[in-house]
């Protein structure tokens, strides 16, 4: 047990649809990630925030978004969902002292969203 | 940018045989290392790391050692159990601008080891 919850562990849903993925991070860490798996794309980064901040910004479409609340935990919003957003989506934490950090992530068990 | 190959599964391997997954990378800066293991149906769990050159990570009979020449970190283990099948991701992690790091992902390598 990573100390990563996320939930839903499973969604299926419609195309056009909006869903909403979430995730608390482990004790402590200020930390969350956002990774999109797929087939086809592997494992892909989304996004970062830090302590309620947006850090980083990888390959996340416009549909998506994310926020980290007061409280740490975090969610990924995917909006006019189409067929190719099924996928794996992880989040993950990284610890308390970031800048000092090797960059180790601990990972949730994943959100599978399927898109009919 | 910095990126990560490393080689394509699925690996196929009798119980006992030693184990090679090749791993390079394309960084800039001093990135850190890492393997990262998913058996199936689990999120990725960390198997060792290496933050400089020349070091060895090594976790449950696994070792891979920073070659800062060669740009590689391979995974190796000298006698695989049927309980190491998973697939295993190489990735390198960077510190941002800002004091943001991330992880990039190799594709992953399916491992399975049978009787």
């Known amino acids: 047990d990573s100390g990563v919850t996320q939930t839903p562990k499973h969604l299926i849903t419609a195309t056009g649809q909006r869903v909403t993925l979430r995730c608390s991070p482990r004790s402590g860490d200020l930390s969350v990630y956002w990774y999109q798996q797929s087939l086809d794309q592997g494992l892909q980064f989304l996004i970062q925030?830090?302590?309620?901040?947006?850090?980083a910004k990888g390959n996340i479409l416009e549909r998506f978004s994310a926020q980290q609340f007061p409280d740490l935990h975090s969610e990924l919003n995917l909006s006019s969902l189409e067929l190719g957003d099924s996928a794996l989506y992880f989040c993950?934490?990284?610890?308390?002292?970031?800048?000092?950090?090797?960059?180790?992530?601990?990972f949730g068990e994943g959100s599978r969203l399927t898109v009919l | 940018g910095n990126s990560v190959t490393q080689m394509e599964g699925p690996v196929t391997l009798s119980e006992e045989a030693f184990l090679t997954i090749n791993c390079t990378y394309t960084?800039?800066?001093?990135?850190?290392l890492f393997w990262y293991v998913q058996y199936p149906g689990e999120g990725l769990q960390l198997l060792l790391k290496a933050t400089k050159a020349d070091d060895k990570g090594s976790n449950k009979g696994f070792e891979a050692t920073y070659r800062k020449e060669t740009t590689s970190f391979h995974l190796e283990k000298g006698s695989v159990q049927v309980s190491d099948s998973a697939v295993y991701f190489c990735?390198?992690?960077?510190?941002?601008?800002?004091?943001?790091?991330?992880?990039?992902f190799g594709t992953g390598t399916q491992l399975k080891v049978e009787l």
């Open positions: 925030y830090y302590n309620g901040e947006e850090r």
């Open positions: 993950a934490s990284s610890p308390l002292r970031l800048v000092s950090s090797t960059g180790e992530l601990f």
């Open positions: 990735a390198l992690s960077i510190l941002l601008t800002g004091g943001g790091n991330k992880l990039t």
């Open positions: 960084a800039t800066g001093y990135p850190s």
